[in-house]
C-alpha cells in the first residue's frame, strides 16, 4: 500500500510563489501518474497537474499553464507543484494523488493541505 502525505501550503500574497511537495511511502511498483488535484469551498475537485512517473510527461490545468510546475524525484517518491504568479482563485485545498497501473485510476489520496491567496 502507498501512504502520501503533502508539505509546504501556508498563505501567500497575490504575486508570490509557493512549493508543495508529496513524499510517498510504500511500493512504487505500479505507479503510472502522480498528480495534484484541488478543491475550493463551494466547488468540484479539479484536476491540477499530473507527470508520468517513468516517462516524465506532464499535465496541466489550463488556468494554470505557465505558472505553475510538477517535477519529481524518484529515488526520494516525491512529487512537487512550484507555484508561481499565485492568484486568488488558486486559494483550495491541494491533494496529492496516485493512478495505479493496477486499478487504471487515481488509488491512493493524502491527506490535503491548505493554500490561501490574500490579495
Known amino acids: 500500500q502507498v501512504q502520501l502525505v503533502e508539505s509546504g501550503g501556508g498563505l501567500v500574497q497575490a504575486g508570490g510563489s509557493l512549493r508543495l511537495s508529496c513524499a510517498a511511502t510504500?511500493?512504487?511498483?505500479?505507479?503510472?501518474?502522480m498528480g495534484w488535484f484541488r478543491q475550493a469551498p463551494g466547488k468540484e475537485r479539479e484536476f491540477v497537474a499530473g507527470?508520468?512517473?517513468?516517462?516524465?510527461?506532464?499535465y496541466y490545468l489550463d488556468s494554470v499553464k505557465g505558472r505553475f510546475t510538477i517535477s519529481r524525484d524518484n529515488a526520494k517518491n516525491t512529487v512537487y507543484l512550484q507555484m508561481n504568479s499565485m492568484i486568488a482563485e488558486d486559494t483550495a485545498v491541494y491533494y496529492c494523488?496516485?493512478?495505479?497501473?493496477?486499478?487504471?485510476?487515481?488509488?491512493?489520496w493524502g491527506q490535503g493541505i491548505k493554500v490561501t491567496v490574500s490579495s
Open positions: 510504500g511500493s512504487m511498483f505500479s505507479t503510472y501518474t
Open positions: 507527470i508520468r512517473w517513468s516517462g516524465g510527461v506532464t
Open positions: 494523488a496516485v493512478q495505479t497501473v493496477r486499478v487504471g485510476r487515481y488509488e491512493y
